[in-house]
């Protein structure tokens, strides 16, 4: 389904059809026709604007149901605009977040040497025993180090670490 009804692109259209009925009685097939929609639409908007009654047919006043008709338009042009501003910011919101998981922020710059380290080649300060990790610092800076020389270790190795770690070293 469209996002703004077609008939309201073309109501000055609509509106000198209705104006040229030579009754000024409408009713659900005859506005069925004029906007091009299906029954279900055609009774939904006739309805706040039935004043006579026909057997099982509701008739509206052209001029009321025209009236009508510039209201909705104006509604729909109103909904229309702001789907498609929450449509856009949906997509840039969308667009951050992936960004940020594919970039997450950088908690501490890593040299070489930190990437390539090994669980025998760990910082001064940085241990691992049996059930225990130590880490020794003196700054926030420092300490992040350390634990990335330790994981990059760590992931370098996993079965060394985890054969120390056990004590099975």
């Not at 992936?98 to 760990?122: F, K, M, T, Y």
Request: proline share 5%; with cysteine.
């Amino acid at each position: 389904m469209p996002d703004k009804p077609t008939w309201c692109g073309h109501l000055d259209k609509v509106e000198r059809r209705l104006l040229a009925l030579p009754d000024p009685w409408v009713d659900r097939s005859m506005l069925e026709e004029l906007l091009g929609i299906g029954r279900r639409r055609a009774q939904q908007i006739l309805a706040p604007c039935v004043s006579r009654q026909i057997g099982a047919n509701g008739l509206a006043d052209r001029g009321v149901l025209l009236e009508h008709l510039r209201r909705l338009a104006a509604q729909e042009a109103t909904v229309h605009y702001e789907r498609q501003r929450r449509q856009r910011l949906a997509g840039h919101l969308d667009g951050w977040r992936r960004s940020w998981l594919e970039q997450p922020r950088v908690l501490v710059e890593a040299p070489l040497s930190i990437v390539n380290s090994s669980l025998d080649g760990l910082p001064a300060g940085v241990s691992v025993n049996r059930g225990q990790i130590s880490v020794e610092f003196e700054t926030a800076a420092e300490a992040l180090e350390k634990l990335l020389a330790l994981a990059m270790a760590i992931g370098n190795d996993r079965d060394r670490f985890e054969r120390i770690a056990t004590g099975r070293d």
